[in-house]
């Protein structure tokens, strides 16, 4: 059975960095599609960051500030989140998917999610 467990969500104030961690089980994420989705009260879900056969792909809100890793070792997958700004606020969400492409970034194949981890980010 597929788990996808988030983790890492904070209140931080704006210009600080903070990581979030995703445990997988079930499968093992360099075998999948798996990737970062955020989705602020009011807003559509947006595609974060997302990696599928070793390439990473950014929203172009992100682009530069956050980065996009997975230790296979602990079957994990995290996003770094460096210069946070208030409009990255939202619940942030893991989602993995055996479908591999770059189309992850828009969640497509993206069949498996988590309950979601909440960031905060004060101005």
């Known amino acids: 059975q597929v788990q996808l467990v988030e983790s890492g969500g904070a209140v931080v104030q704006s210009g600080d960095s903070l990581r979030l961690s995703c445990a997988a089980s079930?499968?093992?994420?360099?075998?999948?599609?798996i990737g970062w989705f955020r989705q602020a009260p009011g807003k559509e879900r947006e595609g974060v960051s997302c990696m599928s056969d070793g390439s990473a792909y950014y929203g172009d809100a992100v682009k530069g500030r956050f980065t996009i890793s997975t230790d296979n070792a602990k079957n994990t997958v995290y996003l770094e989140m460096k210069n946070l700004k208030p409009d990255d606020s939202a619940v942030y969400y893991c989602?993995?998917?055996?479908?591999?492409?770059?189309?992850?970034?828009?969640?497509?194949?993206?069949?498996?999610w988590g309950k979601g981890t909440l960031v905060t980010v004060s101005s």
């Open positions: 989602a993995a998917g055996a479908y591999r492409s770059s189309w992850c970034i828009r969640a497509y194949g993206m069949d498996h």
């Open positions: 079930g499968f093992t994420v360099d075998e999948y599609a």
